[in-house]
């Protein structure tokens, strides 16, 4: 069966720090992948999502980038972390088509 | 323009009674998905059902079932026999077919409190 990991499931940084969350997929191959922020009680947005290595798409511009190394490797990072840039990063994968989207645990990332 | 609009404010619901979460949706293209989520206190987002712009049909998973208006641009999730665990927020989702990579866009998501 198909599983999905992301940690580490809290963060407290500093304004100015690095920022790198993983993200991992097993049991299936070639996944869309995808990176979601969600600011306290609000909804999801889309940050990044890719459709196979080293393909990533930018949905919103922002202090973000993210990479694909592997099939089933997703990162999210960042070289200076903003206070805007706390809230919930949750990581997915899906099928093509219309196959519905699996989340990860989330990660809840506090910049200080 | 929005591609999922959830407007409800956050709903009550009594225990054991069914509730109606509303979302509407805006696209052009002829094929796509639409999908309701889960998200407890915990954080986890848990699939709940999903249907097909093609569907005849109105999707059904246990308790939840899908109320597809497609003239209208509609898909409400309602809940039967709400049960305590029920108390989450639910998102509305929607992924489009057109171009070669179809996104999943969210709602801003409701509020669910179910009343013992």
């Known amino acids: 069966s198909q599983t999905i990991h992301q940690w580490p499931a809290t963060l407290v940084q500093p304004v100015g720090s690095p920022l790198s969350l993983e993200c991992t997929v097993e049991?299936?191959?070639?996944?869309?992948l995808y990176w979601y922020r969600q600011a306290a009680g609000r909804g999801l947005q889309l940050l990044f999502y890719?459709?196979?290595?080293?393909?990533i798409s930018s949905e919103v511009p922002q202090n973000l980038s993210a990479s694909r190394p592997q099939d089933r490797q997703f990162i999210l990072s960042s070289k200076k972390l903003l206070l805007s840039d706390s809230g919930f990063y949750l990581c997915?994968?899906?099928?093509?088509?219309?196959?519905?989207?699996?989340f990860g645990q989330g990660t809840r990332l506090t910049v200080v | 323009a929005q591609k999922i609009t959830q407007t409800q404010p956050g709903m009550f619901v009594q225990e054991k009674e069914a509730v109606t979460l509303d979302c509407t949706y805006d696209?052009?293209?002829?094929?796509?998905?639409l999908f309701w989520y889960k998200q407890p206190s915990s954080g986890e987002m848990i699939f709940l059902i999903y249907?097909?712009?093609?569907?005849?049909q109105n999707a059904t998973e246990g308790r939840y079932s899908l109320n597809f208006q497609k003239a209208r641009k509609s898909a409400n999730l309602v809940i039967s026999a709400s049960q305590l665990g029920d108390s989450a927020m639910y998102f509305c989702?929607?992924?489009?077919?057109?171009?070669?990579?179809?996104?999943?866009?969210f709602g801003k998501g409701i509020t669910l409190s179910v009343r013992p």
């Open positions: 890719s459709v196979g290595i080293g393909q």
């Open positions: 989702a929607m992924r489009e077919m057109a171009g070669a990579n179809s996104k999943l866009t």
């Open positions: 249907q097909g712009s093609y569907d005849q």
């Open positions: 696209t052009s293209d002829p094929s796509y998905g």
């Open positions: 049991g299936t191959s070639n996944p869309n």
């Open positions: 997915a994968w899906s099928l093509g088509g219309m196959a519905e989207a699996f």
